[in-house]
């Protein structure tokens, strides 16, 4: 019995049905690219956040602690060079031209913040240095927070290069010269804005020195009377005021009191990499300690009767010293507390308190130095010989330890205070809380945010210049006049810009440059309605917000930019 012919599929069929199939399955593998794409970018999102939120928790913690009888600095910057804003890229495969003149990147701000903090009772502030012995390490309950973009040192090809040996007195290098600074061409991991580092740098203020100090039985592993017998006696083992702890220390928080005299170096147990000039630099990311208080800074500023860098005077302007101060103890010359010096000085020292290099407008962008890692992984012989500062190829083996240890910390210290990796824009602005009174205005009932002009692509202004006869600036009922006067009785009022914003008094800062500084009183107040007259001193109110925002590069795609903003409270002042 003969079976029915089966029909099979021909060729074209075949072939059609393989098509369909690979159509279905490219559809489908778009479908699950797409989820998989929305997915991944949820996590990226989420990422973020959380990491944000961190920051965020840090940054809160460090406000809430502001020290109400310090100070606070605010330093904002466009960052540019003499041509104008640099348009900086985000790497160099970045193409983007959100302005269209052709060239890759946008301005980006560079700003700083520094102040004063105090930590809850039982709790203190310690350097972030590796110490020589754990029982002498710097503690205090208070200390300078600063935050601000970090810099990178040029690579070396020599190995005794400060690239690789950091010098405690370094300086940015070539601070003179944009292309070394951020944004500049001439270091790569600082010309491109998600290579940039954040940093949250805290300086432990120590104090006076200790000089009933008492050392631990042993350093190191070695007795501690071998290691004074090897050092040549018990004195460079002691505090003083550049020695904390066995620690490097700061005679001070300002620029000005980093100059050391030569004659200080010979109490101090580090013996390479000494200063060649008379200077410990805050900026060589080697120092997060300082010989002194919120108390005796205050003291400088409020009642210090010169400028920095400037020859110490009497209180009636006659010269002390008509030569620059090379003695940190003779501060003290300058010191009449009775007559409370004018703004102008008042700027400068607060402004001297920020730890950048940034002391003139030739050097705008110079910061802290940093590294994401130490520069020199092995550490050879040569410790002992090579880079101190003595040539004794046969030096005490004691001495010898003591060097690497010291050395080693120094590495440590270069990425101690990083914060913020792929950070590409941080921008600080402040509020008095005013809002937006002007009838008409789109943005009638906002707060009104202090700074570099700012705006958001639909016109509204983000940040705006202090000027309390600006009814942009600030409300008319808070305005005044230019000496800050208002009705007697006045629970608040708008200070003159004189006073927040020092522009003319710090020298001839470009246009990118805002700097606010807030103290204790205003010398030249005047709240009596008579104009011209001179009755202060008087308040000098401090910002009740504080608003960062902050731009971070995606680490898996750093031409992919995520912005997240947060706004902090001021802890209030007692009145004047």
Excluded at 122 to 129: H, Q, V
Excluded at 416 to 436: D, K, L, M, Q
Excluded at 437 to 442: E, H, I, R, S
Aim: with cysteine.
């Amino acid at each position: 019995m003969s079976r029915p012919a089966v029909r099979a599929f021909t060729l074209l069929e075949i072939v059609a049905a393989v098509a369909v199939v690979a159509l279905i399955a490219v559809g489908l593998a778009g479908i699950f690219g797409s989820i998989g794409d929305t997915v991944a970018a949820g996590q990226r999102v989420r990422a973020l956040n959380e990491y944000a939120a961190m920051v965020e928790a840090r940054m809160r913690e460090d406000f809430s602690r502001m020290a109400p009888d310090g100070f606070l600095v605010i330093r904002q910057e466009q960052l540019r060079d003499s041509s104008g804003p640099l348009q900086i890229a985000l790497s160099p495969d970045d193409a983007s031209d959100p302005d269209g003149d052709g060239n890759p990147g946008r301005p980006r701000r560079a700003d700083e913040i520094a102040f004063f903090v105090r930590a809850p009772a039982g709790e203190s502030y310690t350097s972030a240095r590796r110490p020589l012995s754990p029982e002498l390490t710097p503690r205090s309950s208070e200390a300078r927070v600063y935050y601000g973009f970090g810099e990178r040192w040029p690579r070396a090809t020599v190995a005794f290069d400060p690239y690789y040996i950091p010098q405690i007195n370094a300086d940015t290098p070539n601070s003179t010269l944009a292309a070394f600074r951020l944004g500049g061409d001439a270091v790569p991991e600082n010309r491109f804005a998600s290579n940039w580092h954040l940093l949250r740098h805290v300086t432990v203020l120590a104090g006076n020195p200790n000089s009933a100090q008492r050392l631990p039985s042993t350093l190191l592993g070695f007795p501690t009377a071998d290691v004074e017998a090897a050092l040549g006696g018990r004195a460079r083992l002691q505090d003083s005021d550049r020695q904390i702890g066995l620690m490097p220390a700061l005679d001070g928080v300002f620029l000005e009191s980093e100059r050391i005299r030569p004659a200080d170096e010979a109490g101090l147990l580090r013996r390479f990499a000494l200063p060649a000039t008379p200077y410990y630099r805050v900026a060589s990311g080697l120092l997060d300690v300082a010989t002194t208080s919120i108390a005796e800074t205050r003291a400088v500023v409020n009642s210090f009767v010169r400028t920095p860098g400037g020859p110490i005077a009497n209180s009636n302007g006659s010269p002390v010293l008509n030569t620059v101060r090379n003695d940190p103890e003779q501060v003290l010359l300058g010191i009449d507390s009775s007559i409370p010096p004018p703004r102008v000085w008042m700027h400068q020292w607060m402004v001297w308190m920020l730890p950048s290099f940034v002391q003139s407008s030739q050097q705008m962008g110079a910061r802290i130095r940093y590294e994401p890692h130490p520069t020199r992984m092995f550490i050879g012989s040569e410790v002992g010989s090579g880079f101190a500062d003595h040539t004794d190829s046969n030096a005490h083996p004691i001495l010898d330890v003591f060097d690497r240890a010291i050395f080693e910390a120094d590495q440590e210290m270069l990425s101690a205070h990083n914060f913020v990796p792929r950070c590409t824009e941080f921008i600080v602005e402040w509020s008095y809380g005013y809002t937006v009174q002007t009838a008409g205005d789109p943005q009638f009932g906002e707060l009104i945010w202090y700074g570099l002009d700012r705006r958001a692509p639909n016109g509204h202004r983000l940040g705006v210049e202090y000027d309390e006869g600006d009814p942009r600036s600030v409300p008319p009922t808070r305005a005044g006049d230019r000496r800050g006067n208002l009705p007697a009785g006045h629970p608040d009022y708008a200070p003159p810009r004189e006073l927040v914003n020092p522009v003319n008094n710090l020298g001839n800062y470009p246009p990118n440059v805002r700097i606010f500084a807030f103290g204790q009183f205003d010398p030249e107040a005047d709240l009596d309605g008579t104009a011209g007259s001179l009755t202060g001193p008087g308040p000098w109110p401090w910002p009740k917000l504080i608003r960062v925002t902050m731009s971070i590069a995606d680490p898996t795609d750093p031409e992919l930019e995520s912005t997240f903003q947060a706004t902090f409270e001021v802890p209030q002042r007692p009145a004047y």
